[in-house]
């Protein structure tokens, strides 16, 4: 299973980025697909999710109304587009690809596999 993700960068605050992750070696249709964030000395913490069937999706209080997560089945891409950016928005942003319960669905644990992070930074 590969999951490369791409799209970071530096943008100003109230900035716009489109994360994109490139999926490989999974039928994903069983699956649940995920974006994380880990800022500086923080924990990794979950920040939206769906189903690759197009289900369900869940988004952090942190991020809702600002991100859009979304995927491409003929290019089995998910994506993560986010709005509105502030500069706690900084941290490495990693995809991610399991089959979580549904309480499990905004844990690192509901997940095994995971790509490499990109990089945002959101300048005040």
């Known amino acids: 299973v590969q999951l490369q993700a791409s799209g970071g960068g530096l943008v100003q605050a109230g900035g716009s980025l489109r994360l994109s992750c490139v999926c490989s070696?999974?039928?994903?249709?069983?699956?649940?697909m995920a974006w994380f964030r880990q800022a500086p000395g923080k924990e990794r913490e979950f920040v939206a999710a769906m189903r690759w069937s197009g289900g369900g999706t869940w988004y952090s209080d942190s991020v809702k109304d600002r991100v859009t997560i979304s995927r491409d089945t003929a290019k089995n891409t998910v994506y993560l587009q986010m709005n509105s950016l502030r500069p706690e928005d900084t941290a490495v942003y990693y995809c991610?690809?399991?089959?979580?319960?549904?309480?499990?669905?905004?844990?690192?644990?509901?997940?095994?596999?995971w790509g490499q992070g990109t990089l945002v930074t959101v300048s005040s």
């Open positions: 070696g999974l039928t994903f249709g069983r699956y649940t």
């Open positions: 991610a690809v399991g089959r979580p319960i549904t309480s499990t669905t905004m844990l690192r644990m509901g997940y095994g596999y």
